[in-house]
T-cell receptor, first 112, second 112 residues
Framework: GENVEQHPSTLSVQEGDSAVIKCTYS??????FPWYKQELGKRPQLIID?????GEKKDQRIAVTLNKTAKHFSLHITETQPEDSAVYFC???????????FGTGTRLKVLA | DAGVTQSPTHLIKTRGQHVTLRCSPI?????VSWYQQVLGQGPQFIFQ???????GRGNFPDRFSARQFPNYSSELNVNALLLGDSALYLC???????????FGPGTRLLVL
């Protein structure tokens, strides 16, 4: 069935360093890949997304890359700040369906 | 512009009871999806509704049902509650089925 694997499950970085979170999807028909940030007790917030016709997308300190051949996509956060600490979820959506399949989440801790 | 709203914010029920959760989408959004998020995991897709019709269903038992009203708000109903139904129930709205989903704050359900 459809599946999204996400690694690592926890990630600690020093403030100012970069953080990378990786996801692998199983359904080759997936065509849309959003990333959500969820702070404790709060709703998931969309931070960036990418469609399958694009290889990379940047928004200030955040970037997402997509390798369709390998069915991998990654979130890159540069110059991390303490407020980046949260759980990050990747997701995929398959063309023709309307449900998101989420990864298991990565707890990012940015140490001051 | 108001975001997605959900009610109630918290709920405590006992096994065997029934629960109704409510969601109001962002103004202009016609699609509502429901997700179950168990502690420490990513959201799991339950239903998607668009233009008042069910457009997608996840792997949940028939105890779970939903509907969408003419004003595009939605209800999720769960019958015969089990302890394992304890979770954060998230509603997400999008303009159409194909557009980005934006999440509400969730309803935290505890089944005792």
């Amino acid at each position: 069935g459809e599946n999204v694997e996400q690694h690592p499950s926890t990630l600690s970085v020093q403030e100012g360093d970069s953080a990378v979170i990786k996801c692998t999807y199983s359904d080759s028909a997936s065509n849309y890949f959003p990333w959500y940030k969820q702070e404790l007790g709060k709703r998931p917030q969309l931070i960036i997304d990418i469609r399958s016709n694009v290889g990379e997308k940047k928004d200030q300190r955040i970037a997402v890359t997509l390798n369709k051949t390998a069915k991998h996509f990654s979130l890159h956060i540069t110059e991390t700040q303490p407020e980046d600490s949260a759980v990050y979820f990747c997701a995929s959506r398959t063309s023709g369906t309307y449900k998101y399949i989420f990864g298991t989440g990565t707890r990012l801790k940015v140490l001051a | 512009d108001a975001g997605v709203t959900q009610s109630p914010t918290h709920l405590i029920k006992t096994r065997g009871q029934h629960v109704t959760l409510r969601c109001s989408p962002i103004s202009g959004h016609k699609s509502v999806s429901w997700y179950q998020q168990v502690l420490g995991q990513g959201p799991q897709f339950i239903f998607q509704y668009y233009e008042k019709e069910e457009r997608g269903r996840g792997n949940f038992p028939d105890r779970f049902s939903a509907r969408q009203f003419p004003n595009y708000s939605s209800e999720l109903n769960v019958n015969a509650l089990l302890l394992g139904d304890s979770a954060l129930y998230l509603c997400a709205s999008s303009m159409t089925r194909h557009e980005t989903q934006y999440f509400g704050p969730g309803t935290r359900l505890l089944v005792l």
